[in-house]
């Protein structure tokens, strides 16, 4: 099921991405939410009524992904559209701070609806916030983007030219392609593995997630109070800072010790996470926005299936301790790296990049960042 929902957004991410750059925006999210909502509804019913079978679940699960390709894109893009420079970083805060608390209430909330009324209505429930979304997004006039005579896929490839020409861009996509991808690894799989094997189970994982989650609200709110200007140095420390949690469950520390450090480790995700998106809105023109970040998306999410596999076979030769401490130190070199070079060092908001400042020597950072990741 897990696969059926992130193979479509592999898939069609960069197809969602030139869409989103050539019709309008607010369109597609409302097409695409509407289309969740209607999928929602057919779930819920197969429950209600009895008539569910695993294939029609499976391809609920699909569609939802397919929604999700094309939404992602358009609704990346339509910030810059919105808001106004100066206000990007404290809008980008706005913005995921409610999604931060919806993944530490949302759970709970979940569980006692289910608990109260049933799955199929809990999954009722879920269709109606859909819907009710596209009464909000239906609300947002966007204008029309500028039509061009240039086909679908000449216009991927132009944002394709456009992205690679961006060495700062290519870099730091690198980067975050190597630190989610051992992130969501050392984190997301072998954490709950860790918990049952060695911290008391369910109960311990609920404890780190939960405390995750909620360094993730304290981020946006940091990140308003304190809009940090150079985005190199933030974007680059901050991810290094996710190795905490791993390091902590590695070694077995206490249980307090662990939550701290995934509470530490959320606040500082979403603080990059802020500035880098107001940085991107800031770098890079209107009409680019939804392809560069499709993109951007699908680097990240290309190597996470093989990474999940790959990861697996080798904890049937190695401990536990030793795979985390493993992620956790490429995580870190994966962060670091970037570091070593003044162009993305000197990264800041307000600042248009020189995009020939990078130099022949950014042309080997994605090398040298796989070379890390091999150890």
Known sequence: MLALNIAPQVLLLLVGGVLGDRVRRDRVMVIANAVSGIVQVAIAILILTGVAELWMLATSVFLLGVASAFFQPASQGSIVQLVPPELRVAANAVLRLPLNVAKVLGPALGGLVVALIGPGWALAFNASTFLLSVFFLASIRLPQPLKSKASALSAFRTGWKEFSARRWYVIMVAQSTVTVLMWLVGFQLFGPVVSHSSLGGAFAWGMISGGFAFGLVGGSLVAVAVRPQRVGLTVSLCLATQALPLVALAFIAPIWVIVGAAVLAGIALDISIVSWSAFFQEQIPEGLQSRLSSISTFGQLLPV???????????????????????????????????????????????????????????????????????
């Open 305 to 375: 299936p093989i990474g999940y596999v790959l990861f697996g076979l080798l904890s049937g030769y190695f401990s536990n301790s030793v795979m985390v401490s493993l992620m956790s130190g490429i995580l870190v070199v994966a962060a670091l790296l970037p570091l070593l070079l003044p162009s993305i060092r000197h990264l800041r908001l307000g600042q248009v990049v020189n995009e020939s400042s990078a130099g022949e020597n950014d042309d080997r950072l994605p090398d040298l960042l796989t070379k890390g990741a091999k150890g």
